[in-house]
């Protein structure tokens, strides 16, 4: 009789703790969507993490990690879903993971997952990250290549993003393609000043307002100057 007590009583338990959790996957449901109504991004972090301890889902976290990611929280990112090399990654997850190790000046580890999306779907905007990274490790025969592709796959009303300035702009896609093209002639060469600066000059035949490109072609200039001084 005892025996029939103690299993009556686990199924019962069993029974209350399923239902338990499901009023809890509800609430936070609709929490989460509260949230999201209101933009409350907080609220939203707190209702997904919620929700992936009641009920984990791996689409639920990549998305938890986007939200991080977009709120410049790029080490939180990387915590919820990692930093490894997975080609079974979703594309959002590759997303996170190559931005929020490019963000935490991790470019090797960037290039790896930018590298999977791109081998994915080609993509000019994907091909300029890898790019500029490739630039910054020195891997120059991988940046020239895809600098051939993004001045050749990139259109005039694609647009890149610059934040150097206070007030951030944007810059036709191409233009940022010739800037790097300019930086890799000089990166491979410095002796070849003049052909880094023509490259300069078609970005900013595109966009006179492109900063960084003008600010790169006044030191190549200040370069040139320096080197016809010594001469």
């Not at 109504?37 to 976290?61: F, M």
């Not at 000046?105 to 990250?129: G, S």
């Not at 290549?145 to 610059?162: C, E, P, Q, R, V």
């Amino acid at each position: 009789m005892k025996k029939l007590f103690i299993i009556t009583a686990l199924i019962a338990s069993t029974s209350l703790f399923a239902q338990s959790n499901g009023d809890l996957k509800t609430h936070f449901e609709q929490y989460y969507q509260e949230m999201k109504k209101q933009g409350d991004v907080n609220g939203v972090i707190n209702a997904l993490t919620h929700l992936n301890v009641v009920d984990p889902s791996q689409a639920r976290r990549d998305t938890l990690a986007y939200v991080y990611m977009n709120g410049n929280q790029h080490l939180q990112a990387l915590n919820t879903i990692g930093i490894e090399k997975n080609d079974s990654d979703s594309n959002l997850a590759v997303q996170v993971k190559a931005v929020s190790l490019k963000a935490l000046n991790q470019p090797k580890r960037a290039i790896e997952q930018f590298q999977i999306l791109y081998d994915r779907t080609p993509d000019p905007f994907v091909a300029y990250e890898m790019a500029d990274l490739k630039i910054q490790v020195g891997d120059i025969s991988g940046a020239e290549k895809d600098i051939t592709y993004g001045i050749a796959n990139s259109t005039l009303n694609m647009k890149h993003a610059f934040y150097e300035r206070q007030q951030p702009y944007e810059v036709p896609l191409k233009a940022a393609f010739y800037h790097l093209q300019g930086l890799l002639i000089f990166n491979k060469d410095k002796t070849k000043v003049d052909e880094a600066i023509a490259f300069m000059d078609k970005a900013l035949e595109l966009d006179s307002n492109f900063n960084l490109a003008s600010l790169s072609k006044q030191a190549l200039e200040k370069r040139k100057t320096e080197g016809d001084t010594e001469n």
